[in-house]
């Protein structure tokens, strides 16, 4: 039998985390999840076809934007029924995950569509096409090869994430935003976008540019591929993004492979001897590559956090962390060197 992870001497209790909600504000919290959900489907409706330029099937935008809120809902009900690496999150917690998730699907999208058509655009009016890896080679050609196209992208993908993510942890300017996707006691597969809006904007200039530089972006996009197959890839992109979940899963002696639950719990882990550790999202080979890979014991399902820093409590509070605490941090450093001085 899984021993519970919630009796470790590092994990507060529920009542410590203040997950307490009354039926009112649970109810409120629903209403504001649909709404949230409502405004990622109107957003899609009107963006998709003004920035391809052309009209899409309204069941097409409407499915394929849904996915990934689908998908989610599903990683949720299957931890559940799995055995926990560590405390669950209370209704009213996961609810305010998954308007952090939504949220951050609707800016992603946003951004990420308008970085990629205004790069494009740009190229385009001096006289040359960005990208060098065409990943059109996939059209029209089965869904095999479209998958194939997928894991090329995502490999590139998670190489400039691992660098990304990386320099979230080395530099304390930037810890102060990243901190709070770690401070997450309770990590689900919700934690994955539990992120402040300004991760959108870091991102797109360390992930999105130079992704777009690199692959032929123009040639491969899901609505042009159809409903089938870009609600595959959809899928198939957020079953990558499982790492988060709260299960005692782990991968072994392959665990090098792929970023299992567990070895993702690990980069979360509060313990020293886990930290700066596993940073790759989808192929830990690059942490392996580049020395900062820690292969999980078996059994080893550390707790979550970090020391000394209050939990948020809302999707608002959500929303300033990142504002916030580098204005906390910047009036350190000032009050550090006038005592220097």
Excluded at 64 to 91: H, N, W
Excluded at 128 to 139: E, K, P, R, V
Excluded at 252 to 274: A, D, K, N, V, Y
Aim: proline share 5%; with cysteine.
């Amino acid at each position: 039998m899984a021993e519970q992870a919630d009796s470790h001497p590092l994990i507060p209790s529920r009542a410590a985390t203040g997950h307490t909600p009354s039926s009112l504000s649970v109810g409120f919290d629903m209403l504001f999840t649909a709404g949230i959900i409502v405004v990622l489907l109107a957003s899609a409706l009107m963006l998709v076809p003004a920035i391809t330029g052309r009209a899409r099937p309204t069941e097409t935008i409407i499915i394929g934007t849904l996915m990934p809120v689908i998908t989610l809902s599903l990683l949720s009900v299957i931890e559940r029924m799995l055995p926990a690496a560590g405390p669950r999150k209370s209704l009213r917690s996961w609810l305010m995950h998954f308007q952090l998730n939504v949220f951050f699907f609707i800016l992603s999208g946003i951004v990420g569509a308008l970085t990629i058509t205004g790069m494009n655009g740009l190229a385009r009016d001096f006289g040359f096409t960005l990208g060098f890896i065409d990943l059109g080679f996939a059209n029209g050609k089965g869904l095999l090869l479209v998958i194939v196209a997928t894991w090329i992208a995502a490999v590139g993908q998670d190489f400039f994430f691992y660098w990304f993510h990386r320099m979230l942890h080395v530099s304390q300017f930037f810890w102060q935003h990243h901190k709070m996707h770690h401070m997450d006691r309770e990590v689900e597969a919700v934690t994955a976008a539990r992120q402040n809006w300004i991760e959108v904007v870091i991102s797109t200039f360390m992930i999105t540019i130079p992704l777009v530089l690199i692959f032929k972006t123009s040639g491969l996009k899901a609505w042009q591929l159809g409903l089938v197959s870009g609600t595959i890839i959809t899928t198939f992109d957020m079953i990558l993004h499982a790492g988060h979940a709260n299960v005692r899963i782990g991968g072994g002696r392959t665990s090098m492979f792929w970023c299992s639950p567990q070895l993702h719990r690990i980069h979360h882990s509060l313990l020293p001897e886990h930290q700066d550790k596993n940073f790759a999202f989808v192929f830990p080979i690059w942490d392996v590559l580049f020395g900062t890979y820690y292969a999980p014991k078996p059994g080893e399902y550390p707790p979550t956090g970090v020391h000394g820093e209050k939990e948020i409590s809302s999707f608002w509070e959500a929303q300033i962390f990142t504002p916030r605490e580098w204005l906390k941090y910047l009036r350190a450093q000032k009050e550090a060197a006038r005592r220097r001085a």
